[in-house]
């Protein structure tokens, strides 16, 4: 674990030292250059007609993160899998949050009106809490799944130059502040994977979703640091696994629908209700 420990802190290190110093060019060969969130143009098709599946990366991560995730989730049925990038031209939590929302709305009019699935690793998973949270993404997302996430921020983030983003990582932020208001009537489930180990999310806890208003369950990773948990074999199977019901329930609300009228069925301008039965598949989700 000391090689990993250098590692995680040479990258937490490192990355607000070049973006303070304005090193942006240094870092546009693998962030984008418009949007600070966009689609890698990696989609794959759908497999079955399960639930398309966002990967959102972190803020100083290559698209690779997602990779052993991507893999491991293979032939599930569920599906396509759209990698979105943060991009550090625009280092807003908020406004990555409404862009992800924007892609999420993509997904659903490109698979029928399917609800989606978020999968977010270590800052992704913020901004998908975000969007869910407060901007309404509830309606469309029934299920996000954390990795490695700073839910009540880092005292890392402390140590670090005042860079915009990097604030919004102190506790007490305004931001986490916000996230942490009431949330009554927020229809996403949460699974917040988080590890005692982690040596960006510091204390350990704070990788945890601890909201009275949110469905969360919270699954401890023993032994597992910051960069190593989004491929770790265990993690990705208990990820296959919630995915796997989220596909029997879609399965289930589809016959019990009957065939769709027209490409893309939806009640009230909303999505035909299977973001309600997925929910529904993960009522009962508890630490595996």
Do not use: K
């Not at 973006?19 to 060969?29: E, F, N, R």
């Amino acid at each position: 674990m000391g090689t990993e420990a250098s590692r995680a802190t040479v990258r937490l290190l490192r990355l607000p030292l070049e973006l303070a110093a304005g090193g942006v060019g240094q870092l546009t060969g693998y962030f984008g250059r418009t949007l600070p969130w966009r689609r890698t143009g990696r989609d794959e098709p759908a497999t079955g007609g399960g639930p398309p599946v966002l990967l959102a990366h972190g803020l100083a991560d290559r698209e690779s993160v997602c990779t052993a995730l991507r893999q491991g989730l293979g032939g599930l049925g569920v599906g396509p899998f759209i990698t979105v990038s943060y991009e550090a031209l625009s280092p807003d939590i908020r406004a990555a949050a409404r862009v992800l929302g924007e892609q999420v709305e993509l997904a659903i009019a490109r698979s029928a009106g399917r609800a989606v699935v978020v999968i977010g690793y270590s800052l992704g998973g913020l901004v998908a809490r975000y969007y869910v949270q407060r901007l309404g993404g509830d309606t469309y997302v029934p299920l996000v799944i954390t990795l490695a996430t700073p839910h009540g921020g880092t005292t890392a983030a402390l140590l670090a130059p005042p860079h915009p983003l990097l604030r919004q990582l102190r506790p007490g932020s305004g931001l986490l502040t916000e996230l942490a208001e009431p949330a009554v009537g927020c229809r996403t489930r949460f699974v917040a994977f988080y590890s005692d180990l982690d040596q960006a999310v510091i204390p350990a806890t704070r990788g945890r979703i601890d909201h009275p208003d949110l469905m969360a369950c919270n699954v401890l990773v023993a032994g597992v640091g910051h960069l190593t948990l989004p491929t770790h074999r265990p993690v990705i199977d208990q990820v296959r696994s919630l995915l796997s019901r989220l596909l029997t329930a879609a399965q289930q609300a589809a016959s019990a629908a009957g065939p769709p009228h027209g490409p893309n069925p939806t009640t009230n301008g909303q999505p035909h209700d299977t973001a309600g039965a997925l929910r529904d598949s993960v009522t009962e989700t508890e630490d595996p």
